[in-house]
């Protein structure tokens, strides 16, 4: 992700003049901002995924000072490893914008055998549907959890096997 496309959403943000289904920003001033595990459940949950964006206000969509980027993706990666159920994935950096440094994640979408993700604190789990981050009803779980395909690994050859391997 280059500043330039950084830009190019960032003007598609203000000309909407909210945010959109698969991209969400928060200011974090102060850190990693505790609303942003919801986006992570919502959009590992999401087809395709989402991006999240730290450093920008809302509604107009200007940059605002984050303290220290680094700091910012370590409780990302933190948060995503250990504070989401299954653990998600995600890319992430810093750009240059208007003046100000921001931190963007693409955040992947989980497997169909892995999902609903939940955030570990709360045991809840989200789904993007426009500007919002909305809890899975027990309906919803349900049908993630019978879209989950059965594994495979246990169907493939051994080939370094023999017989005398086998325990009969």
């Known amino acids: 992700m280059d500043a330039k496309r950084i830009a190019e959403i960032v003007a598609d943000l203000r000309e909407e003049g909210s945010d959109l289904s698969n991209v969400e920003v928060k200011a974090a001033k ?15 949950n999401t087809p395709g995924g989402g991006l999240l964006i730290f450093g920008l206000s809302e509604p107009d969509f200007t940059p605002v000072r984050i303290t220290d980027p680094a700091a910012l993706q370590a409780s990302l990666a933190s948060i995503a490893r250990t504070g989401m159920s299954p653990p998600i994935t995600f890319s992430s950096g810093v750009v240059q914008f ?3 440094s921001l931190v963007w994640a693409e955040i992947d979408e989980l497997s169909t055998s892995a999902k609903p993700a939940h955030v570990f604190a ?40 023999g017989i005398a391997d086998l325990d009969v």
């Open 30 to 44: 102060g850190g990693f901002p505790r609303s942003a595990k919801s986006t992570l459940s919502a959009f590992a």
């Open 98 to 100: 208007e003046g100000a």
């Open 122 to 161: 709360n045991n809840k789990a989200y789904l993007r549907s426009y500007d919002g981050d909305y809890e899975l009803s027990d309906l919803e779980k349900q049908a993630f959890i019978a879209n989950r395909a059965a594994p495979k690994f246990d169907g493939e050859a051994v080939t370094a096997a």
